[in-house]
């Protein structure tokens, strides 16, 4: 009886803990990635203003209910550079961006076009601090 009971415990742990040390090595495998996600209320990118450096790639999470996308600015006007564009991420999906260079990408969603965001890209950690503390500020 206690057996029985041993092996059925030990089959439930193998059959939790094989996935996700599966998961696990898959996510190990990927480069380090900048994380952005998608909410259903104000301010709709968290965070809003996100500063990453160089050489790493973001990605955007949608655990709300409804699709939205990423679209910079650029890509609205003739005269800007259309740098990054989704198509419509789903509920529960994300979105991947390679490295961009060093600079302000201000974005939206073209579904929701009241959801805006910033996305800037330092060279190095201590340029980080001096555009965190400049907000507003537009290079
Ligand atoms: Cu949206």
């Given at each position: 009886m206690n057996n029985q009971i041993g092996i059925r415990m030990l089959f439930v742990v193998l059959m939790v803990v094989l996935p996700s040390a599966a998961i696990n090595a898959a996510m190990n495998d990927d480069m380090p990635t900048a994380e952005i996600m998608f909410e259903?209320?104000?301010?709709?990118?968290?965070?809003a203003l996100a500063v990453v450096l160089a050489g790493i790639p973001v990605r955007w999470s949608n655990s709300t209910a409804s699709p939205h996308s990423i679209r910079h600015d650029?890509?609205?006007?003739?005269?800007?550079?259309?740098v990054f564009q989704s198509i419509a991420v789903p509920p529960d999906n994300s979105f991947v961006i390679a490295p961009l260079p060093p600079g302000r990408y201000s974005y939206h969603c073209e579904l929701h076009p009241v959801m805006r965001g910033i996305l800037v890209v330092v060279e190095s950690r201590s340029a980080r601090g001096a555009v965190e503390s400049l907000p507003g500020s537009d290079k």
């Open positions: 259903a209320t104000a301010p709709y990118y968290e965070p650029g890509c609205l006007t003739d005269d800007g550079p259309c």
